[in-house]
């Protein structure tokens, strides 16, 4: 009975382990910038059953493949093993390691798997991630400061986490405590959570502090149980993430993009973080086209292009008017969208318009405002 299930078993594990067949809309692909660069999705923050996530470790790596991450951080708190009844644990790197090991088994198709730990502790310190890490196990100390010098010797990025939990911050506002200054004044932290998935934690304050602390900006899912269920992935929905801007598609170029600040955080539609890096992203998705005139009129047909998978809400700030539609425009993930432009008594050769991006983010409050041009054909 059960033998003669197993062929079928393995048929479907086989047609759902093809993710741009079976999940077309799932897969996460950027184009490259205007300048080459390469936009990468990592997912930096994540746990498994060897800390309090609900899945095996494989499963994380099962989904960052459908998903098509490049990079995927195992995380897992060190100090806080609530299985240890089921799961001793006593190698912090076993996590990790398994996780490699179903990578391998899958053939690896381009995902990298890094090793990192969660440093959790109450305030004032709270949580801190260390990735690229070699050996979890020596960042397992009593003292904070300790353990990110042991990731920091082993050449390991570091982040404070979800800046703005509410069991930290009953305000929900972000804010750094003396000590974390002090741990990123000497060079120890590197980077900020500014959006976490599993609190469904946005933090514009998070991203001042990046700025106002030469911090790397983040985006992590934190994830404990399934992206499918938190994120409503396959169907539309995506983890937050970090979109790391990097020279090449390498393991050592995307490092040196984090340490670099190269990065903006994706949550939902929101882009966020440093304006040259956000513009850099924007501009790889969006383009405008302009068609011909029709004849007797100069109300100019033009497309704006989309060549993301995440949607844009655009604020029309030029001086033209559209004949179709209002000043807001909405333009689909991976779509497009025809403006009816106004462009005045005469036809132009040359068409400009501004737009106010406004699910990007570049400060508190503040979004992008960028110019698009695009030729007129004959
Ligand atoms: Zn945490
Ligand atoms: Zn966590």
Request: proline letters at 5%.
């Amino acid at each position: 009975m059960y033998l003669k299930s197993l062929p079928m078993i393995a048929a479907t594990a086989a047609a759902v382990s093809s993710p741009a067949t079976a999940h077309d809309d799932r897969l996460i692909e950027f184009p490259q910038t205007l300048d080459g660069g390469f936009i990468l999705a990592a997912d930096l923050h994540t746990h498994s059953v060897f800390s309090d996530g609900a899945v095996w470790p494989s499963i994380r790596v099962e989904e960052a493949q459908r998903d098509g991450l490049e990079l995927l951080a195992v995380t897992e708190h060190l100090e806080a093993q609530p299985k240890e009844a089921d799961i001793p644990n006593p190698d912090r790197n076993r996590s990790y390691e398994v996780a490699v090991e179903s990578l391998v088994r899958s053939g690896g198709q381009g995902l990298m798997v890094i090793n990192g730990a969660e440093v959790s502790r109450r305030q004032p310190y709270g949580h801190i991630n260390a990735v690229f890490l070699d050996d979890a196990n020596a960042l397992l100390t009593s003292d904070v400061e300790d353990a990110l010098k042991a990731a920091n010797d082993q050449n390991g990025f570091v982040f404070v986490n979800h800046p703005n939990w509410i069991p930290h911050q009953p305000d929900g506002v972000a804010r750094l405590s003396d000590e974390l200054i002090e741990l990123i004044e000497s060079g120890l932290i590197h980077g900020i959570e500014v959006v976490n998935g599993t609190l469904d934690g946005h933090s514009e304050e998070a991203l001042e502090l990046a700025f106002q602390y030469d911090l790397t900006v983040l985006g992590t899912s934190d994830i404990h149980g399934l992206v499918d269920w938190t994120h409503n992935a396959g169907s539309g929905g995506h983890r937050p993430m970090s979109l790391i801007l990097a020279d090449e598609r390498t393991p050592e170029a995307m490092k040196q993009a984090l340490f670099d600040g190269h990065t903006v955080a994706w949550s939902y539609d929101d882009l966020m973080g440093g304006a040259e890096n956000v513009e850099k992203v924007v501009r790889a998705c969006l383009t405008l086209e302009a068609k011909p005139y029709p004849e007797n009129t100069t109300v100019l047909p033009v497309d704006i292009v989309n060549n993301c998978p995440v949607n844009f809400t655009l604020r029309n700030t030029s001086e033209e008017t559209f004949q179709n539609v209002s000043d807001v425009v909405r333009v689909e993930r991976d779509g497009r969208f025809t403006l009816q432009v106004r462009t005045g008594a005469e036809p132009v050769s040359t068409l400009d318009l501004k737009f106010e991006v406004m699910n990007t983010q570049v400060g508190s409050r503040r979004s992008l405002e960028l110019a698009f041009s695009a030729d007129v054909p004959e």
